[in-house]
């Protein structure tokens, strides 16, 4: 069992930066995919980036490519997302959520496929 604890969430003006992090606990994470996925007030749960932990590949939704970079400390068993150039339209509740990785990439990107969520971090952009 996967525990996930996000943590780095706040208040922005656009065109800022923020770092959330993502602590996991449970066992090993080797055999796991690492996403954070987000949900604005009122819209449906986005995929935002994710990447497994056997490898360095790492996938980004197009709305975030160029500005977010997922990253992790193996050793720490920690995850980020190094969020630049903020947009209003990146407000949202930032959850990192965890799935047992089987190898399809196209999975990564489908937020109903990941068994295991923090409780969310609130980042709200100011225009």
């Known amino acids: 069992q996967v525990q996930l604890v996000e943590s780095g969430g706040g208040l922005v003006q656009a065109g800022g930066s923020l770092r959330l992090s993502c602590a996991a606990s449970g066992g090993s994470l080797s055999t796991y995919v690492m996403g954070w996925i987000r949900q604005a007030p009122g819209k449906e749960r986005e995929f935002v980036a994710a990447m497994p932990w056997s490898n360095i590949n790492t996938y980004y939704a197009e709305s975030v490519k160029g500005r977010f970079t997922i990253s992790r400390d193996s050793a720490k068993n920690t995850m980020f997302l190094h969020m630049n150039s903020l947009e209003p339209e990146d407000t949202a509740v930032y959850y990192c959520?965890?799935?047992?990785?089987?190898?399809?990439?196209?999975?990564?990107?489908?937020?109903?496929?990941?068994?295991?969520w923090g409780q969310g971090t609130q980042v709200t952009v100011s225009s």
């Open positions: 959520a965890a799935d047992r990785d089987y190898g399809y990439s196209a999975n990564y990107y489908l937020p109903q496929l990941y068994d295991y």
